[in-house]
């Protein structure tokens, strides 16, 4: 009889996944991860035989988790990843879970797994080691490091890690440095947004985005209203719709 750990942010993902493993009579055990961090400490604690484990969370992604976790216990990844992803994971011998999967992927991905327990093969270890690092370099690659603001006479290029919080009105941003700087840059906050690290910079409201790292405090008040406070001490309001996606990053 085999334990099973699912990590996903999203908590019907995570129930979706429990129901099909209580339906087995292989699984007597199955345990939930909210983020990569109690991934991290449950696996270890209770030794799981398999793990299902999405790729996109906050605070620890599902790369990082995978690192980690190497060689504990046979891995299923959760992903939405495009097809060059998915075509390195078949050639291992962990699988995959494309979302969203049938019952009938999910059989097929488990049993793969099973048949995978207690019989390690290096190689394979290997080969999902490079995998990772290829996905982590690809991830990163697809942000920006250095945001390209123009001045008159000059071009500046920020470091994105540097940037603070980012203001929005029409189609001008504020980009607010740590060190107390701010410039005006004509561009959007959809495309400054989409050229940010969804793991480090997360929009609180409509007209705000800001860098995880920076905050310092969430604030709330009795009729439920969030505001997040940077290190800087500019308090910013946190949307009713956008609560939720900020709480995942501080629970």
């Not at 910079?201 to 505001?227: A, M, W």
């Amino acid at each position: 009889m085999m334990k099973a750990l699912v990590v996903d942010d999203e908590k019907l993902a995570r129930q979706n996944l429990t129901i099909l493993l209580s339906k087995r009579e292989d699984v007597h055990q199955v345990f939930e991860a909210k983020d990569g961090l109690e991934a991290i400490e449950m696996a270890k604690r209770y030794q799981p035989d398999l793990i299902y484990l999405d790729i996109e969370m906050p605070i620890k992604n599902g790369i990082e988790v995978a690192e980690e976790l190497m060689g504990l216990a046979a891995i299923i990844f959760v992903t939405a990843y495009d097809n060059y992803a998915i075509q390195a994971f078949q050639l291992n011998a962990i699988d995959y879970l494309l979302k969203p999967y049938d019952d009938e992927r999910f059989t097929k991905a488990t049993d793969k797994a099973v048949r995978h327990i207690g019989r390690p093969n290096h190689s394979d270890i290997g080969a999902l080691t490079e995998l990772l690092k290829t996905m982590k370099d690809e991830r990163l690659s697809r942000y920006k490091s250095r945001l390209v603001v123009k001045d008159p006479g000059k071009i500046r290029l920020l470091p994105v890690n540097d940037v603070e919080y980012v203001m929005g009105s029409g189609n001008y941003v504020e980009i607010h440095m740590q060190d107390g700087t701010h410039f005006l840059h004509r561009e959007t906050m959809f495309s400054i947004e989409n050229q940010l690290d969804p793991m480090v910079f997360i929009r609180v409201h409509r007209s705000s985005i800001v860098n995880v790292s920076f905050i310092s405090e969430l604030l709330h008040n009795e009729r439920g209203d969030y505001r997040v406070k940077m290190k800087s001490g500019k308090e910013i309001p946190v949307s009713r719709a956008n609560k939720n996606r900020l709480l995942q990053f501080t629970d």
